[in-house]
């Protein structure tokens, strides 16, 4: 059986971290419902993804920082400041972003998709100090302005439990892992 977490991909298209990440926790819960329903001795379960976002995450956040909020470092103590990091232009910037997509432009509240597509290119960086960034419908910051965010080319994780999943560590080839089910499940003998 397949299960796939398919909203992941689409928060991520839409530039909008709060969907994606949630959505990758309703994932984790879905894995745990698996888990807690199948047995290691007899069930292999496989979790992975099929490609990675342009999503990044920079900067040096205090521990505790939220995910989704605005970068607050630590002092010379190792204390939390209390004021958000700014950039080398003066202004905030959050933890997470994308390397394309519509969070490009400053366009104040403005979210339809229209018009962030269509745009002034060059209208600089969001000032983001009164913007709530946590907030579910805010477009994480992009580099390069496009009506959609697109997949990346990094290696993605993988991780097992059950028959075969000793096979599964390191760095592998994607077609690697169709043999590692064929042979835990013995699929193709005979
Ligand atoms: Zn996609």
Do not use: C
Request: glycine share 14%; hydrophobic share 35%; aromatic share 6%.
């Amino acid at each position: 059986m397949l299960i796939e977490g398919g909203r992941i991909d689409h928060g991520h298209h839409a530039g909008n971290a709060y969907n994606a990440l949630h959505d990758a926790v309703e994932f984790a819960n879905a894995v745990q419902v698996a888990m807690d329903n199948t047995d290691p001795k007899d069930t292999l379960i496989i979790v992975t993804a099929d490609h990675s976002h342009t999503f990044t995450i920079a900067g040096y956040p205090t521990r505790g920082n939220p995910i989704l909020g605005k970068v607050v470092g630590n002092d010379e103590h190792g204390e939390p400041m209390d004021h958000p990091q700014l950039a080398a232009d003066g202004k905030p910037y959050t933890t997470v972003g994308y390397a394309n997509g519509p969070g490009y432009a400053d366009l104040g509240e403005e979210t339809n998709s229209d018009a962030r597509m269509n745009a002034p290119v060059g209208t600089g960086r969001v000032d983001l100090t009164e913007v709530d960034t946590r907030a579910p419908g805010f477009f994480q910051e992009s580099l390069v302005h496009s009506s959609g965010e697109t997949h990346g080319g990094e290696d993605v994780g993988i991780w097992a439990r059950g028959p075969g999943a000793h096979l599964l560590s390191g760095t592998n080839e994607q077609n690697f892992i169709f043999h590692v089910m064929v042979h835990a499940g013995g699929l193709l003998e005979n």
